[in-house]
Nanobody, 126 residues
Framework: QVQPVESGGGLVQAGDSLRLSCAAS????????MGWFRQAPGKEREFVTA????????SYADSVKGRFTISRDNAKGTVYLQMNILKPEDTAAYYC???????????????????WGQGTQVTVSS
């Protein structure tokens, strides 16, 4: 198993950038697809982005395309979320998740992720 731990959140202004990190070290880290989800107060959890176990398949929510970038470093057991041109609507708790996403399954479905971090707060002021 893996135990994701997020870091890098904070309070920024609209237009700023943040880089979130998710440490999920383990011998089998490279066996997991890694995803980022977020949840704002009073809102449902939503998909942000994800990367396949091999790193060759990326998926992004329409709301973050062109602004956010996901990447992974299997040697370090870490996945990153580079967030640029942040908007107030990006404000949420961001969660990192790991799961076995097989062929035919979608990376954006939270039901495909078994292990979840505790989240890191991102607040974007206008």
């Amino acid at each position: 198993q893996v135990q994701p731990v997020e870091s890098g959140g904070g309070l920024v202004q609209a237009g700023d950038s943040l880089r979130l990190s998710c440490a999920a070290s383990g011998r089998t880290f490279s066996s997991y697809a890694m995803g980022w989800f977020r949840q704002a107060p009073g809102k449902e959890r939503e998909f942000v982005t994800a990367v396949s176990r091999s790193g060759d398949v990326l998926s992004y929510a329409d709301s973050v395309k062109g602004r956010f970038t996901i990447s992974r470093d299997n040697a370090k057991g870490t996945v990153y979320l580079q967030m640029n041109i942040l908007k107030p609507e990006d404000t949420a708790a961001y969660y990192c998740a790991a799961g076995f996403v097989n062929f035919g399954q979608v990376l954006s479905d939270p039901r495909n992720y078994r292990y979840w971090g505790q989240g890191t707060q991102v607040t974007v002021s206008s």
